[in-house]
């Protein structure tokens, strides 16, 4: 027998050593943001093989849509910092290079032989692949192309192979495929496609093109939802102000590449910064220093605590509301049709930005998600119950992760039922009405100009 020496055990049930590590009382303190990990889930390298929970549920369920809206992939910043060398990263495509992935080779021969898609107006004059030794600003890296082949693969051995969503003789009435204007978001939905019905015929895509990044189609002209933005902004600017350590670490930076604070802020330096950081490459240096890991972590953990009081606020998710109307009644109107027995469109894909998927998150009330993170996917599978085939439920999950119970629609029944999704009327619900009661409406025409009292 080993006797162990422990320490003496106070009244209290603690042992004295072990006092400073109690853990923080999640109620009155705020966990302890780390910016760094918090940037290499954003960054979403592609590394280890990822568990998933879509495509779960009871035997006797059967699944008959899944509708997809992802942001794009990895991409090479919109802005550089100025008087600074811009990133060193090669947008070719070669199977040889990590990351990449069993099927890119494939990829790209297929994707040479796609003038036979129907592409929607400017989409097709855009490129089907990145294929530039220089990346372009905001052209998609091989990176973003392998997370949207893995994504597209893992959607694959689910919906495909294990719940025969799509049989091999699917047309292309039984997809529905739309991206902004953006080559960026057009080569993720083309990477993706690839896995999931790897070399599809070209004649069944047809890609359609969206030009509004919130996906408002016809509808719009919402002055509200204008006005909440603006409100939004105006809180964004007021947080930063009042960050003292922010304004130091900017007048710093600024001082590094010999430019006022003013127009180092305007070309903002985080999303150059996480470009540097996804990509393992050295931050920028100038003759009078280098911008540093502690520069970077100042200004993303401000942009994490951005993040949190924006869901404190409110004034995110009001726009968020208006914003997804569109969207989601779209959604909505779909997901009706196949539950009263239409095969058409069962599987759709919306290739879209972080400025879509953040407020789809907010005005279904996640707000435990973490803002879009490179290649992030939302999925809506539609089921029917096998014992009583006219009921039908719907799954939501983000990242793989099961979000449906975290719903403002759905919180409340999770607690009265077995069942592990929500009826689909409790979503029809939401979008056709209870997404107005906040704005004291009941259309969305009506919200959208009803003024705050």
């Not at 025969?164 to 083309?190: F, V």
């Not at 350590?245 to 600024?254: C, F, G, N, P």
């Amino acid at each position: 027998v080993h006797l162990i020496p422990v320490n003496p055990i106070r009244e209290d049930g603690l042992s004295p050593k072990s006092r400073k590590r109690i853990m923080p009382d999640l109620l009155t303190e705020p966990p302890v943001i780390d910016p760094v990990y918090e940037a290499h889930v954003y960054c979403n390298i592609p590394t280890i093989a990822e568990r998933s929970m879509e495509g779960h549920a009871p035997h006797y369920f059967k699944l008959v849509s899944v509708q997809v809206l992802i942001r794009h992939g990895d991409r090479y910043p919109l802005y550089a910092i100025p008087k600074t060398k811009r990133p060193d990263i090669d947008c070719m495509l070669l199977p040889s290079r990590k990351p990449s992935h069993p099927q890119l080779e494939a990829f790209i021969k297929h994707m040479s032989k796609g003038s036979a898609a129907q592409m929607d107006g400017s989409l097709s004059s855009l490129p089907r692949y990145p294929s530039h030794s220089l990346c372009e600003m905001g052209e998609l890296t091989q990176t973003g192309i392998v997370q949207h082949l893995r994504n597209g693969q893992l959607l694959r051995e689910i919906y495909i192979n294990k719940h025969k969503l799509l049989l091999s003789d699917w047309t292309a009435k039984h997809l529905y495929l739309e991206t902004t204007g953006k080559s960026r978001t057009l080569q993720s939905a083309l990477a993706l496609l690839y896995t999931f019905l790897p070399d599809f015929d070209w004649k069944k895509i047809n890609m359609r093109h969206q030009w509004s990044t919130i996906f408002c189609s016809g509808s719009c002209d919402c002055p509200m939802r204008n006005h909440y933005l603006e409100e939004e902004q105006r809180r964004q600017y007021s947080l930063r102000v009042k960050n003292n350590d922010l304004e130091k670490i900017y007048v710093d930076m600024a001082k590094i590449v010999g430019i006022p604070t003013r127009q180092l802020r305007a070309s903002n330096p985080i999303d150059s910064l996480l470009c540097y950081f996804c990509h393992n490459v050295s931050f920028p240096c100038t003759k009078t220093g280098c911008i540093g890991m502690e520069h970077f972590k100042v200004i993303k953990r401000h942009q994490l605590e951005d993040e949190r009081e924006r869901q404190e606020k409110k004034l995110y998710f009001l726009y968020a509301l208006l914003a997804t109307h569109p969207l989601l009644n779209q959604t909505v109107n779909r997901l009706q049709r196949i539950a009263e027995g239409k095969k058409e469109e069962v599987f759709v894909l919306y290739s879209a930005h972080d400025v879509t998927l953040s407020p789809v998150l907010s005005a279904l009330g996640i707000t435990e998600a973490r803002f879009p993170r490179f290649a992030a996917r939302l999925v809506f599978e539609l089921w029917q119950d096998g014992k009583r085939p006219k009921e039908h439920f719907i799954r939501i999950l983000y990242n793989g992760a099961d979000v449906t119970f975290q719903t403002s629609f759905c919180k409340d029944y999770y607690k009265r039922s077995s069942k592990p999704m929500c009826p689909l009327e409790k979503f029809v619900n939401f979008v056709k009405r209870d997404m107005f009661l906040v704005f004291n409406s009941t259309s969305y025409y009506d919200a959208c100009r009803r003024r705050p009292l």
